[in-house]
């Protein structure tokens, strides 16, 4: 039997950020779980006295573990370097490499300990307090690659811990978290969509093992129905993996990884390759004589020798270039078009702009996230910044021009529709399609799900046009074309899986207003910039997305310099689908030389408790 009361909250007693009211829920007479917000804390005192805490991962989701008058904290071995020295461990290597690397789990904000606690590294096996509660750790990696679990008898029943395992009943708190490297079906981090969830998987199967009584998830109701619970996750899990495989692009990359990591997701073994449902491939054609192809740069060759570039990556790009100067294909270079900001689409464009003096175009969207490399944390940045003009519609030699915002891979993302007379048009849509599916891969390139976002506004704007252009990605030698029955098949896929993790994320139910955009968004809350100079002005901005279809209003909870802990109402009515910015102040600190001074915040939905972001942006030299 637990007992529940509330504790009006002595907020400084406790050192929580005011909160209204905390409510404890007593294991026994050393062990409780503090309910703050949507939080529990589970702290304990042992058999010596001392004042304990256990935390699953380094997730900012336990950022309200800093209570006050801990004496240890005990997290997995791998992880204490996070929270033991948050200013260093991870946030140095995070400003010089992390942000424009994409495997490295930088998507999450670590919790920061408070001073006088001592953080200690525990490994599977390890009895805490073994002459009182006996708390047992496992190795549970999944939310993080060494998040862990504990489990204890309490009472005649098994409790347990298990951090970000699971929410409620089946759910996850986001999908973005389990971005990650494949390892067995030799899949990057870049392009492992969800592949944490297979370690989230083992973990859950390991913890139904235990037979648990209750489950205590570091998040959200306590869980009664344990197997129930686990298996309705798995399940989903693996549905959305499984709609993932029908569609994905990565067929065409990678065809002899994707029936591995199908089969290993799917929970059988024995699944073959020709079981796996997937899409009919789409028909291909050939290049016209006047488009060149050199890896990801395309090139325009008018009938009086005049070139129009898209995309560059290495040395070999402009190399390419000179060669066709040379063999007289091209006499010169009068423009260059990006589709979008990763680097094996940007590398050498300032090169070649500077070489032929020509200007760099991209679809106006995108124009921030090129011109400052400190703007955006999203994956595989270059870290150049570039100057770049857009245009509508031009007229270029015999060809028009029509740039188009086109958010496939990612959100910034452009796309270039070429007519010439009497042809069939061609468009180019850098990296968001190939010939098997879609080019979603990667969960913090924000690929938004809502009817009018994303892929389902991609495939309608292809859709509609008329005649249906061939599509040009890049890294697909062969155009190749959707016809209505591909198109029907992708969006059909698409709405499925909104459906499946409608189910998964807790704040998607429909009287929260459907924000499956939530958790597939790794940035719906943010600073920008995201990386700020000593030097440059201290009040940035905090924006706020809101993915649900009706307003929804945020609380803002942060420590400022001197010590003082804030929660605000920041944001208020934010519309559907839209954002809203506030300004914010940062802290005046200066960073020690070649370190960065993080600074983080939490924000949190008024009206929907599971949902919440740690934000953080960083003060450096
Ligand atoms: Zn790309
Ligand atoms: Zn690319």
Same mark, same amino acid.
């Given at each position: 039997?637990?007992y529940r009361f509330l504790i009006l909250c002595g907020i400084a007693a406790i050192g929580l950020i005011n909160c209204a009211w905390a409510e404890e829920i007593r ?5 409780t779980v503090l309910r703050v917000h949507d939080h529990n804390i589970v702290q ?9 805490h ?9 950022h309200l573990a800093g209570t006050p008058g801990i ?96 929410? @409620? *009943? !089946?759910?996850?708190?986001? =999908?973005?978290? /389990? ?6 079906? +030799?899949?990057? #981090? ?26 205590i998830?570091a998040r959200g109701p306590i ?90 990556? @290495? *040395? !070999?790009?402009?190399?390419? =270039?000179?060669? /066709? ?6 006499? +010169?270079?009068? #423009? ?133 252009? /061939? ?86 909870d ?7 802990q804030?929660s ?36 949190r939905?008024?009206?929907?408790p ?12």
């Amino acid at each position: 039997m637990f007992y529940r009361f509330l504790i009006l909250c002595g907020i400084a007693a406790i050192g929580l950020i005011n909160c209204a009211w905390a409510e404890e829920i007593r294991l026994n007479d050393h062990l409780t779980v503090l309910r703050v917000h949507d939080h529990n804390i589970v702290q304990g005192q042992d058999a010596n006295g001392t004042v304990f805490h256990l935390l699953c991962d380094f997730r900012r989701d336990g950022h309200l573990a800093g209570t006050p008058g801990i004496e240890f904290c005990y997290i997995g071995k791998n992880e204490a370097q996070y929270v033991a020295d948050p200013l260093g461990a991870y946030w140095n290597y995070h400003a010089e490499k992390g942000r424009f690397e994409e495997v490295a789990g930088t998507s999450l904000v670590p919790v920061a300990a408070p001073k006088g606690t001592v953080i200690v590294g525990i490994v599977d096996g390890d009895v805490l307090d073994p002459n009182r509660n006996k708390i047992h750790v496992i190795d549970t990696p999944g939310i993080t690659r060494g998040s862990v679990s504990y489990y204890a008898d309490i009472d005649g029943k098994r409790i347990v811990f298990c951090g970000n395992l699971i929410y @409620g *009943d !089946g759910g996850l708190v986001n =999908l973005y978290d /389990l971005q990650d490297v494949m390892p067995v079906p +030799k899949i990057g #981090g870049y392009h492992g969509y969800m592949a944490r969830g297979l370690k989230v998987i083992e973990s859950l199967e390991k913890i139904k093992a235990l037979k648990p009584d209750k489950l205590i998830p570091a998040r959200g109701p306590i869980i009664e129905n344990p197997q129930e619970s686990i298996d309705k996750l798995i399940g989903r899990l693996r549905a959305v993996y499984e709609n993932y495989v029908d569609v994905s692009a990565l067929w065409w990359y990678f065809p002899d990884s994707m029936p591995l990591a199908a089969r290993l997701f799917s929970g059988n073994e024995n699944l073959e390759a020709d079981a796996i449902r997937r899409m009919p491939q789409a028909k291909l054609h050939e290049n016209p004589p006047w488009f060149l192809e050199h890896a990801t740069t395309r090139v325009i060759v008018s009938e009086n020798k005049a070139a129009f570039v898209i995309d560059s990556v @290495g *040395d !070999g790009s402009v190399k390419f =270039l000179d060669k /066709l100067i040379e063999d007289g294909t091209i006499r +010169k270079v009068e #423009g260059i078009f990006i589709t979008h900001y990763h680097w094996d689409h940007t590398a050498k464009v300032p090169a070649i702009a500077e070489k032929f003096q020509c200007p760099v175009y991209c679809d106006e969207n995108m124009a921030p996230i090129l011109e400052s490399r400190d703007y955006y944390h999203m994956p595989c940045r270059d870290a150049q910044e570039f100057k770049t003009q857009d245009f509508k519609t031009m007229k270029w030699n015999e060809f028009t021009l029509t740039s188009c915002f086109f958010p496939g891979q990612t959100l910034y993302h452009g796309a270039l529709f070429i007519e010439k007379e009497g042809e069939r048009p061609i468009f180019v849509i850098g990296d968001s399609f190939t010939p098997t599916g879609i080019d979603d891969y990667c969960l913090w390139n924000r690929n938004f799900p809502g009817d009018n976002e994303g892929y389902l506004y991609c495939l309608e704007k292809i859709r509609k046009m008329e005649p249906r252009p /061939l599509l040009v990605n890049q890294h697909v030698i062969p155009p190749f074309e959707f016809d209505d029955e591909r198109i029907d098949y992708m969006v059909a896929a698409l709405k499925a899986r909104r459906e499946i993790l409608a189910t998964i994320f807790p704040y998607a139910a429909p009287e929260f207003g459907n924000g499956v955009g939530f958790g597939v968004d790794s940035i719906w809350a943010r600073f920008e910039p995201y990386y700020v100079s000593a030097e440059s002005d201290r009040t940035i901005r905090l924006i706020v997305r809101n993915h649900a279809d009706k307003p929804l209003s945020f609380y803002v909870d942060w420590t400022t310099e001197d010590g003082q802990q804030h929660s605000e109402l920041l944001f208020s009515d934010v519309p559907p689908y839209g954002e809203q910015t506030q300004p914010f102040k940062l802290p005046q600190w200066k960073p020690e030389p070649g370190t960065v001074s993080p600074v983080t915040a939490t924000v949190r939905c008024r009206e929907i408790p599971s949902l919440e972001k740690g934000v953080e942006t960083m003060i450096g030299h």
